[in-house]
């Protein structure tokens, strides 16, 4: 298992679009998502999900990966984070 704490950086935080492309990029890994602040964690596959945590831009979310391809799904969503979320700002 692992978890990460990673700041939403882009301007419009975790809205649709960007809420979009982390479920399609946790959706192409077989480990066990979950994001969330506090205790409130969810299933990083669900756009619907994501949406409810309200993320905006300085959020900070806790990410657990758990299963055979963690270590690659943390790195596809770090990346994806850190690239603004495709967004460019």
Do not use: P, W
Not at 21 to 35: D, P
Not at 58 to 79: M, P
């Amino acid at each position: 298992m692992i978890e990460i704490n990673l700041t939403i950086i882009n301007k419009l935080g975790l809205h649709a679009r960007a809420a979009a492309k982390l479920a399609a990029t946790a959706n192409q890994f077989s480990c066990e998502i979950k994001a969330g602040r506090d205790d409130k964690k969810v299933n990083a596959k669900s756009v619907m999900s994501l949406m409810l945590l309200a993320a905006s831009q300085g959020t900070e979310l806790s990410f657990i990966f758990d299963g055979v391809d963690e270590q690659d799904a943390c790195n596809a969503v770090k990346t994806l984070v850190s690239d603004y979320f495709g967004e460019q700002e």
